[in-house]
């Protein structure tokens, strides 16, 4: 026998409208049943159900000496106005 448990998730209101109102006009969903098959999904795949990209290692490091030149470079700027 399962055991059901409600969950609660905190949401920007016109997130969830907005989600609500694509939900039900294109599959016929409610939010609800909406995350029920992306847990659901997610437990018996053992991942998301979807993709998304994550910056790799040398992605990260590259955004990382992108922000330390941006950062030299601001620092200059404000000695310069001195």
């Given at each position: 026998?399962s055991s059901k448990v409600s969950i609660q998730v905190r949401i920007d209101k016109n997130i969830k ?66």
């Amino acid at each position: 026998m399962s055991s059901k448990v409600s969950i609660q998730v905190r949401i920007d209101k016109n997130i969830k409208e907005q989600a609500s109102k694509i939900l039900e006009k294109h599959y016929g969903l409610s939010v609800s049943e909406a995350v029920r098959m992306l847990l659901t999904e997610t437990a018996a795949s053992k991942r998301l159900p979807f993709s998304f990209d994550v910056p790799n290692a040398k992605t990260r490091a590259a955004m990382r000496e992108a922000d330390r030149i941006i950062a030299a470079r601001h620092r200059l700027a404000a000695t310069m106005k001195e």
